[in-house]
């Protein structure tokens, strides 16, 4: 296991190295995201009764935070190693697809749960917050780092530079975050948008883990986990087969 800790070490120091980018920026947008929308919307919009909706804006920024981070952790890795060529010596080594899947995924979650506690630590003060089932808060950000981790593995793999990985972020990434119910309760969309958001697997991540602060959601917890353990049993399937095939790594 000692080469498998090495680049789980090496993939961790990476952004650690640079963390004033790699987690106080996203800190400071998600606590901009707060100031914004909790000021204009707080004494206009009430999503569950008896949260108001500042409160009810900080677990979804908190889940937003740990997505995106997540993913760009295991993307921009990959794709900075493709490209720089340095690739070439973790692919020499006598690691398996699976340490290699593992270290890679591991990693990207660190960055996004730890993205994710200070974007907690910080904007809770703004609100005031209520801890009904702590165990489905824990639930949903490691399930949620760990698919989009490997959502980030795979567009690593798939891009060939900074711009395919810069437009696979813009056009699936972040739509899909924003129109998971950061902001709002999928309950306030017409019906043929509830429809769609119920295709997205970012809206179960966000609901469950809303509702391990306020004991509601707009589905059951126990549906969204499913629903977010069979996307990343999937997807990690795929990312293990495209590593062991050598899908774009082996030029």
């Given amino acids: 296991m000692s080469g498998f800790q090495t680049l789980l070490y090496k993939e961790v120091l990476r ?3 640079v963390a004033t980018q790699t987690v106080a920026a996203p ?11 909790g000021h204009v919307l707080k004494n206009h919009v009430q999503v569950y009764p008896g949260v108001n909706y500042t409160t009810f804006l900080v677990p979804g920024l908190v889940m937003m935070s740990v ?7 295991a993307s921009s890795s990959l794709i900075q190693s493709k490209i720089t060529g340095n690739l070439v010596f973790v692919l020499l080594t006598p690691l398996s697809h699976w340490e290699f899947f593992s270290a ?11 993205v994710g506690c200070g974007v907690f630590l910080v904007t809770a003060w703004f609100a005031d917050m209520s801890f009904v089932a702590p165990w489905w808060i824990a639930i949903f950000a490691i399930l949620g780092a760990a698919l989009l981790g490997t959502l980030g593995l795979i567009a690593g793999m798939w891009a060939e530079k900074f711009d395919q990985l810069a437009a696979f972020q813009n056009f699936v990434i972040v739509p899909s975050t924003f129109l998971s119910g950061v902001f709002y309760s999928i309950h306030s969309l017409p019906p043929v948008w509830q429809t769609v958001s119920h295709f997205n697997p970012f809206f179960y991540m966000i609901d469950g883990f809303r509702y391990g602060f306020f004991g ?6 126990l549906t969204s986990c499913l629903a977010v353990a069979g996307f990343l049993l ?5 990312a293990v087969y495209l590593l062991k095939s050598g899908y774009k790594l082996r030029h």
């Fill in 27 to 37: 800190i400071l947008t998600a606590v901009l995201y707060l100031l914004i929308f």
């Fill in 216 to 221: 509601q959601s707009d589905v059951n917890p």
């Fill in 234 to 238: 999937l997807l990690s399937g795929f």
């Fill in 104 to 114: 890679y995924v591991l990693a990207a979650m660190v960055r996004g749960l730890a």
């Fill in 15 to 17: 952004f650690w190295k």
């Fill in 67 to 73: 997505l995106q981070n997540a993913f760009a952790n």
